[in-house]
């Protein structure tokens, strides 16, 4: 019989997206005096990843995408800007990487199993060893 693919909750593809975008920066989340440097790492680092790549990265569909986009920006954790032609870039905001910061830890917890599925087939992301 077929392995049953396991439904994974929206909140936890939120946290693949923020700590996706996280890694983006370039910065150690974990850092000393973060608070103060957001704003300037933000203005420096202006990229962040196209909808195609928030799909990629979550590996779901355009409606699931679409989905925990939405509530990453009700949040005011994610900024979707449209760039050029019809691409629409995702940026984390300093909202996002305080939450991220905040949360990693009860994410991690939290959905530990949904987890360990995502990354079964792929080295894990660094933000899991943090």
Not at 21 to 44: C, H, M, P, T
Not at 96 to 103: A, C, D, N, P, Y
Request: glycine share 6%.
């Amino acid at each position: 019989m077929p392995e049953e693919r396991r439904y994974k909750d929206y909140r936890v593809y939120c946290c693949f997206v923020l700590n996706r975008l996280v890694s983006e920066l370039g910065i150690d989340l974990y850092q000393g005096g973060l608070e103060d440097k957001i704003d300037r790492i933000l203005a420096e680092h202006p990229h962040g990843l196209s909808k195609e790549e928030v799909k990629h990265e979550i590996r779901s569909n355009h409606y699931m995408t679409e989905k925990v986009l939405g509530h990453l920006v009700a949040d005011g954790l994610v900024a979707v800007e449209q760039a050029e032609g019809h691409r629409f870039l995702v940026r984390i905001t300093k909202q996002g990487v305080l939450h991220i910061r905040k949360f990693n830890d009860f994410y991690k917890e939290m959905y530990r199993a949904q987890i360990a599925d995502h990354y079964r087939f792929r080295r894990p992301p660094v933000w899991l060893d943090a």
